[in-house]
């Protein structure tokens, strides 16, 4: 397989400086953005990039382990150098063999796919915006104006360790692949972006037009860009390998992602259902069992079939003698009390009100 690449960097409009790295290394492609400040942001990418890059030369490790070990460095570096504490880098990678592509990511930078027509998101931004997109909490236009979209959950060289995304996928001839930097992406809709990839002509023009868009529409990050094209060429994919990337099955690390899917789905179910619980014993609420007032732990509500709550105090007021005027002719379906002191006070009350009236009945 022949692989045509373009690239383009530049500081933006905004920055004094250039914090954003690239790897063009045939055939490894990577692209990364760093942060923590003058000279931390700077120092974090290309230290990241140039780690991936002697490791590959080494023939040492797979990409993903590759990435790990620039996590380490970085972090370890960070741990070193007051000036430099806290810095850290996305990283996004793609390694071309004949297989296809091999993609390993932390952090928002990005990796995208045109084929056929289609642009496809290859990657899956580290952000808290993203995360509470996927929890359905904001929609992605709100996300775009959220004074935390800027906030990464995952980060090369900040923690010791660092969980790194892997894929591969099969390519094809006219595959058109993209890694790029935030400055990009938050500056150019992702339509837009798909327009010029499709109305380029060689790499080297898509990557420069992508910048030159990113520019006229603020600029107000670095912005780094790398195309790549995939033609037929020397080395062309082994056989069976367009099968692959036609129909692909199930390979293990998608395996494992979705199982790493169905254990977060479940910690958040045994999250919300812990948390009903813990929300439904802090209520009180005072009401009437078997003829007599009570006051009950949790609300006045069913669920499947479960009532969500018990009896926790009982009294030998009688429900019946407890007068049907306002606040207490609500009794039967339940007046609700921030605890169980207060609880216990409109006991007291309807108390009070009860012999009131049974004083009055027999006077
Ligand atoms: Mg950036």
């Known amino acids: 397989m022949k692989i045509e690449a373009g690239f383009a960097t530049d500081v933006g409009r905004m920055r004094e400086r250039n914090d954003d790295a690239y790897l063009i290394e045939p055939p ?30 080494q023939g040492k490790g797979t990409l993903g382990e590759q990435v790990r070990e620039a996590n380490r460095i970085v972090f370890e570096r960070s741990a070193d150098d007051r000036r430099l504490s806290g810095m850290g880098t996305t990283l996004t990678a793609a390694l071309i063999t004949s297989e296809g592509a091999h993609l390993a990511h932390v952090g928002d930078s990005r990796a995208y796919l045109l084929r056929a027509g289609a642009l496809r998101r290859l990657t899956e931004d580290h952000t808290l ?182 009896v926790e105090v009982q009294t030998d007021i009688m429900a019946g003698d407890v007068p049907q005027i306002p606040p207490w002719d609500d009794l039967e379906r339940g007046l609700t009390a921030p605890s169980r002191e207060d609880a216990l006070q409109i006991v007291g009350e309807i108390d009070r009100a009860v012999s009131a009236a049974v004083e009055k009945g027999t006077t």
């Open 129 to 310: 915006v993203n995360r509470m997109i996927r929890a359905g909490e904001i929609t992605p236009a709100e996300a775009e104006r959220h004074p935390h979209r800027n906030v990464l959950l995952r980060v090369v060289g900040t923690e010791p360790d660092v969980d790194v995304d892997e894929d591969s996928i099969g390519l094809l001839d006219g595959d058109r692949l993209v890694l790029c930097s935030d400055g990009l992406t938050g500056m150019v809709a992702e339509e837009q972006i798909q327009a010029i990839l499709e109305t380029s002509g060689t790499a080297q023009e898509a990557a420069d037009r992508l910048v030159r868009t990113a520019n006229r529409a603020g600029g107000i990050d670095n912005i780094t860009v790398v195309v790549l094209d995939v033609g037929e060429g020397d080395g062309a994919m082994q056989p069976g390998a367009g099968a692959r990337a036609a129909r692909p099955g199930p390979d293990r690390s998608t395996l494992l992602r979705w199982a790493a899917r169905a254990a977060v789905a479940l910690a958040v179910a045994l999250a919300l259902l812990f948390g009903l619980r813990a929300f439904v014993e802090s209520q009180w609420y005072v009401g009437i069992d078997q003829g007599r007032v009570v006051i009950y732990q949790g609300i006045p509500a069913e669920v499947l079939g479960f009532r969500l709550s018990h």
């Open 28 to 57: 490894l492609y990577a692209v990364a953005d760093g942060m923590g400040g003058h000279p931390a942001g700077d120092v974090a990418a290309q230290l990241a990039i140039a780690t991936i890059e002697g490791l590959f030369k």
